[in-house]
């Protein structure tokens, strides 16, 4: 495992130095692992583990190639660690979320382009409580992502797309629906997106906050039931 360690690194350290930049085809596995003093199994281990983490592209036929390494790509094994953990990790991860969307929101309402408002009061228009769990999960993602790619930062927008999968938001919206809370929480999306057109970024900010902390709510009450 050290010696794959040492090929990973010294692969990521070409990625790094500029030597190979997104986009760019790796040598071939012999000239590269002689290149790096490392042995052609350690090498081929390697771009393995770095493919899983979407670092390098391996094109079957046509070689290996260092991906856009866009944020998006880079985060997207979170979704996988998610999905993974139970009740009382999945509040923690919430709590984090709550933290990083709340400043986002407040960001999207001082940074947030005209064009960009409107869509999301389009987006909260569209909506009523009478769709189905499914239509509910996917405008529970376009709102957020609408008002966190408001902010300008890739990075935060794909950590906080990613705390919060496609699989944890239906199983909450489930829990919602049987709830009976599905108008309560679509009346805090249409308050947070007037907020942002407000441009009140302080009370953006708190609403965000305490959406999210009542998710937190019942993933804490379905946990205990």
């Not at 000239?31 to 079957?60: C, F, P, Q, T, W």
């Not at 966190?148 to 930062?153: R, Y």
């Not at 009370?203 to 993933?219: C, P, Q």
């Amino acid at each position: 495992m050290a010696v794959t360690d040492e090929a990973i690194e010294k692969i990521k350290a070409m990625i790094v130095s500029g030597e190979l930049a997104p986009g760019d085809r790796l040598p071939p596995e012999k000239e590269l692992s002689e290149r790096l003093g490392l042995s052609r199994n350690s090498m081929r281990e390697a771009v393995k583990a770095l493919e899983v983490i979407r670092v390098l592209d391996v094109r079957r036929g046509d070689g290996t190639y260092v991906t856009s390494l866009e944020p998006h790509l880079l985060l997207e094994a979170i979704s996988f660690v998610v999905d993974m953990h139970d009740d009382d990790s999945m509040l923690e991860i919430f709590a984090v979320r709550r933290m990083l969307e709340s400043q986002a929101t407040g960001l999207a309402a001082t940074l947030g382009t005209d064009d960009a408002i409107a869509e999301l009061e389009r987006e909260v228009e569209s909506i009523d409580a009478t769709v189905t769990v499914e239509e509910l999960v996917e405008h529970d993602i376009r709102f957020h992502r609408e008002i966190v790619g408001m902010a300008g930062n890739a990075y935060l927008a794909s950590l906080i797309e990613h705390l919060s999968s496609q699989t944890v938001r239906a199983r909450v919206w489930r829990g919602l629906t049987e709830g009976g809370a599905v108008e309560r929480t679509l009346s805090e999306h249409r308050a947070i997106a007037d907020a942002i057109a407000r441009r009140d970024s302080g009370l953006a900010t708190s609403l965000a906050t305490a959406h999210i902390a009542g998710v937190e709510r019942w993933l804490r009450q379905a946990a205990t039931a």
